[in-house]
């Protein structure tokens, strides 16, 4: 009995289609825990146009603070690579992730980076501006797979579905809210504090309970004095207890000087040690 012969045609439609689903059937290597493109405690609000390439989202602020000349942060570590194209991206950076994943961060103002320098999740890579194509200071802000743009995805949590325009959605950032510091400080403070946007007394976000608290870092700004000639320039970053209606109360800031067991412009942890700086 002859062998039956099958046709080379059939042959290379099995093959196709053995290769196809390996390619579909081959996970996706797992995303770094990408963290919002800006610091700690801020609130910004986000929104993707018709116009925008893959699956981005723009962001600006929405906390009060200026968008334009913000720290644009590294949303996970990898080595950045900066480019230009003025009639597009302006300047921008992308970041690669490695295992196939890379954030880029368009229409920068200035770049905080050198290029194929690694960064640090959290680590300042460039400010907020508006090169390039762009009507107003934005962070135009993507994650990419194998060059495909994804969802964006913070925190383990998918932005999906986009608003169409600024003002209905939000998020508040907690990338780099380690301050640099290895993590949070304990302080005891002796009266129930005001916490602000900034260091100075501006835009009150809500209060810090007397007590024992944590802090995440220390910045130099609004002297804050009482009628006993006691002051303090240092305010500490940290997360409020009570939070004002329409306001943010993680990463506000709180002056030193409510510090029970330290002087004049003075930062120091309950073990005594420099609280450092943001």
């Not at 570590?77 to 597009?88: E, I, K």
Request: glycine share 14%; charged share 10%; with cysteine.
């Amino acid at each position: 009995m002859r062998a039956r012969i099958t046709p080379l045609g059939t042959l290379l439609a099995l093959l196709a289609g053995l290769l196809t689903a390996l390619v579909t059937t081959t996970p996706a290597q797992a995303a770094p825990l990408f963290k919002a493109p800006y610091p700690c405690g801020q609130k910004w609000t986000y929104g993707h146009h018709s116009a925008e390439v893959r699956q981005a989202l723009d962001f600006i602020r929405a906390d009060g603070g200026t968008t334009a000349g913000t720290p644009v942060l590294a949303s996970a570590s990898g080595t950045a690579y900066r480019y230009s194209q003025p009639s597009g991206a302006g300047n921008y950076i992308v970041v690669d992730h490695g295992s196939g994943w890379k954030t880029y961060y368009f229409h920068l103002n200035a770049y905080s980076v050198a290029n194929g320098a690694w960064v640090a999740q959290g680590q300042q890579i460039g400010t907020t501006g508006s090169t390039g194509n762009s009507s107003g200071a934005h962070i135009h802000y993507e994650q990419l797979y194998n060059g495909v743009g994804q969802p964006i995805v913070i925190n383990g949590a998918s932005l999906a579905p986009y608003p169409g325009s600024y003002g209905s959605k939000y998020l508040t950032s907690d990338n780099g809210c380690s301050g640099g510091g290895g993590g949070k400080y304990w302080v005891d403070t002796f009266a129930n504090a005001t916490g602000y946007a900034q260091a100075n007394t501006n835009d009150a976000q809500g209060v810090l309970n007397a007590g024992t608290n944590y802090v995440y870092c220390k910045v130099w700004g609004q002297e804050v004095r009482d009628a006993s000639g006691n002051f303090n320039h240092w305010w500490l970053r940290t997360d409020l207890d009570t939070v004002y209606a329409g306001k943010n109360g993680n990463g506000a800031y709180v002056s030193a000087y409510y510090l029970s067991r330290w002087g004049n412009d003075e930062a120091r942890d309950n073990n005594g040690a420099t609280i450092p700086s943001c």
